[in-house]
């Protein structure tokens, strides 16, 4: 029973990751196959950004996002170590949107923190197994960009 109720807890204070930040559908967009941030994010996309665990507030303020939208090690630690996400910055506003860790993750092999991407590239995905603590093994879908 402690051991479900562990594994609940876990699953609500993830689900925090996306407290911060704003859904613009790249979550959904992942996990549904092959896709461009500017397609998803909508017209005038003229930057995007890939955000990797460990964001530092004044990085992401520096590329002109709100550091208010970056969890912290003081204000959402576990969201802090584990979420990762797309920052997009179209007609005048930037935003950025960040993934439940056990669904989809944008830091995959070869890609840096705070990388521009280019919004009208295709972004791929592939799906590889995670393990977390307890053993549990989920299916998460890891980011490419091309």
């Not at 994010?41 to 992401?60: L, Q, R």
């Not at 920052?87 to 840096?112: L, N």
């Not at 919004?119 to 393990?131: C, D, K």
């Amino acid at each position: 029973m402690r051991r479900k109720l562990a594994a609940a807890v876990s699953v609500f204070a993830l689900a925090g990751c996306g407290a911060h930040g704003t859904e613009m559908g790249l979550q959904d967009a992942a996990l549904a196959g092959d896709f461009t941030v500017a397609d998803v994010a909508g017209p005038g996309v003229t930057a995007a950004y890939v955000f990797c665990p460990y964001t530092i507030k004044a990085e992401a303020q520096r590329l002109g996002f709100d550091p208010g939208d970056v969890p912290g090690i003081d204000d959402n630690s576990q969201a802090w170590e584990a979420a990762s996400g797309i920052g997009v910055i179209a007609g005048g506003r930037a935003e950025i949107e960040w993934f439940d860790p056990r669904k989809v993750d944008a830091c995959g092999p070869g890609v840096e923190p705070y990388q521009e991407i280019d919004p009208a590239a295709t972004v791929r995905g592939n799906v590889e197994p995670r393990e977390y603590a307890g053993g549990e093994t989920v299916e998460v879908t890891v980011l490419r960009f091309e």
